[in-house]
């Protein structure tokens, strides 16, 4: 397995555009998570999906921020409209039920 | 309100010493503590875990000790290498293994070995 593959790995983007980051989870892992990583916070958890649904949103910062995942293989966490406080590198992971979570490289974002 | 805190920033050791890095929690209910290694443009990788139910657990070069009572645990790594400079967090779960309701990080202590 190729682990857990995000993209871009990379994205600039200006103030008040959409930006969408991109996850592949380890196949057979049912717990999926997003986190978010800045300077003053540390790696924060955003969201989990357990079997494709959203479980606790409650780190979702504003309304601004959405994730889905439509099906096992994908998920997807959103930005719209983008403000440069969002600059951070952004992180999926996956868990089966009692394994360690394995995370991907992360998406770096920069909003201008 | 942060429920796991590593409060050194940074260590500096000499190859071939003993690392000592250090977290402490605040929250009961956390039964479960894990310890992952991130190098810069990467994801952090996972490195070694404790369940409250153990105070010792050990791997290799690595063991972490858990304290309840204090809510303290920590990373031992003998000898350390160059290839153990990386940022390492501490991170905790409640109610099952391996986080599968999601984990809380600590902040990271960036490790440097010094040859």
């Known amino acids: 397995d190729a682990g857990v593959i995000q993209s871009p790995r990379h994205e600039v983007t200006e103030m008040g555009q959409e930006v969408t980051l991109r996850c592949k989870p380890i196949s057979g892992h049912d717990y999926l998570f997003w986190y978010r990583q800045t300077m003053m916070r540390g790696l924060e958890l955003l969201i989990y999906f357990n079997n494709n649904v959203p479980i606790d949103d409650s780190g979702m910062p504003e309304d601004r921020f959405s994730a889905k995942m439509p099906n096992a293989s994908f998920s997807t966490l959103k930005i719209q409209p983008s403000e440069p406080r969002d600059s951070a590198v952004y992180f999926c992971a996956t868990t089966g039920l009692n394994t360690e979570a394995f995370f991907g490289q992360g998406t770096r974002l920069t909003v201008v | 309100d942060q429920q796991v805190k590593q409060n050194s920033p940074s260590l500096s050791v000499q190859e071939g010493r003993i690392s000592i890095l250090n977290c402490d929690y605040t929250n009961s209910m956390f039964d479960y503590f894990l310890w992952y290694k991130k190098y810069p443009a990467e994801g952090p990788t996972f490195l070694i875990s404790i369940s409250s139910i153990k105070d010792k657990n050990e791997d290799g070069r690595f063991t972490v000790f858990l304290n309840k009572s204090a809510k303290h645990l920590s990373l031992h790594i003998v000898p350390s290498q160059p290839g153990d400079s990386a940022v390492y967090f501490c991170?905790?779960?409640?109610?099952?293994?391996?986080?599968?309701?999601?984990?809380?990080f600590g902040k990271g202590t960036h490790l440097i070995i010094q040859p």
């Open positions: 991170a905790a779960s409640a109610g099952s293994g391996g986080g599968a309701d999601g984990l809380t």
